[in-house]
């Protein structure tokens, strides 16, 4: 094996142990560059640390070739990492990993063209996904490109490449809009379907989401923050700062006012974790999270605030299942959970807060051949809800029809799944903060008072939340047709 000039043998003083180190010199630009290491317990691993350090040395210069996009992507997340809070650099991580290093990881960062990406931003647009949805949103799409074009624009400056070729690249909006807006009708019934299904702590972590606390900051609360009229922010717990870290912002650390209600749902969640703490033999203490999990006192996950969001989803929506046995599931719009066995039994379960129906609701659907094909719920309203499970390619397909018969919802479910929400309301966490938005802005004496509620920095903010209303703009043309 021909000696590499870079490494160098030693011994150590006391122990006359034998190390390898590395030292040497390069020029890049004119400059000098120095490259030394010790300690390393063989000449394979100091040769591999020589070759890192050497590359890493050509890409901070903007000499290297051939550069791959997942080398550049490592290199620049190690630059960045002290810079970018804990969240942004997963959130980046995760986007590279998922999306952007199994597409483009193996290509040259000049081998990354304007139609390739586009064929990639195509794709994304139609991918399968889980329960019945197709694609990924136009937001989500022009996030995962921006972070592509920040990595590319960052090699240009480098100069690594000559150009980013995706610059101007458009994408196309309203695709797969997971819509922030919410009216007055649908907010309600969420908060009376959340009282009626949901658990005593699941309904105190629902109801702060409604005064526009941050996921985090819900997850986060502690005894020591809760008073009568109001909840003191000032950490918050994220997927990456389980033991709680600092808000989002400076302006996040504040007072929110809550009504009577709210604050007797926190006392219950006070009083119900701190069970929960003594029969797993944990100390309760003011510093305490009080949203815990019942099998160990552990703070809830992330997710869990996403999975009581899904409850309320379900239940407001029209859940659908369909399963391998023959036997469909369907929740109607009249708080009725319906079962019909595979050979045309129909029942239903009271359990959970649903109500006993009739079956003559209920009817069952045929063929020419006389074949059991689903099922057909008429609702109080006049709509009906069908369920057709011999469909070709899937497991079955539902569908939501008005009183005079007109298709409202459609949704299958695919081979693979068992469940889909027909007509689902799409409620979700940070939708209460666009819904506090909406509908404090119009009624405040002074719009900084929802700012500061908020927890933002800039009335624009506050204002980019605030979605308007249908009832709103309808005034507005009103008004506009007196004035004319």
Known sequence: MKKDSRIYTYETKNSRIRKYGVDFCRSYHGQKHSIRKRGFESSYDAIEWANKAERDAQLNTGTAKHVTVEEYYHQWMDRNEKYWSVETYHDYHMKFKNYLLPEFGKYELRDVTRDQFQRFISKLEKVPRSAGRVGYSSKTISTIKSYMSMLLNDAVYSGIIPSNKLRNLRIKSNVGVQNSEIDVKTYDRAIKTADRILSPGYLAAFYLSLVALRHGEILGMQPKNIFEDHVHIDLTRTAHQPEGGKTKTPAAVRNVPITPKIYQLLQGAVRYARQ???????????????????????????????????????????????????????????????????NGQIRFATDNGFQPGKKSMVKLTYNIMDEYTGIEVTNEDGSKILVTTQVENVKAEARLLDKSGREIANATIGDKANVTILNNPHIFPHKMRHAFATFSVPVADDPVDVMKIMGHTDLRMTRYYDNGTKVGQQKIVNMMERLG
């Not at 099998?295 to 969001?309: C, G, H, K, V």
């Not at 407001?316 to 046995?325: D, E, H, L, P, T």
């Open 276 to 342: 929960l703490y003594l029969d797993n033999d944990k100390q309760f203490t003011s510093d305490s999270f009080i949203f815990v999990n019942e099998e160990d006192a552990s703070p809830w996950s992330y997710t869990r605030l996403n999975y009581i969001f899904d409850i309320i989803n379900m239940a407001m929506g029209n859940r659908i299942a369909v399963y391998g046995s023959g036997s469909i599931y369907v929740d109607d719009s009249d708080g009725h959970h319906i079962i019909v066995d595979s």
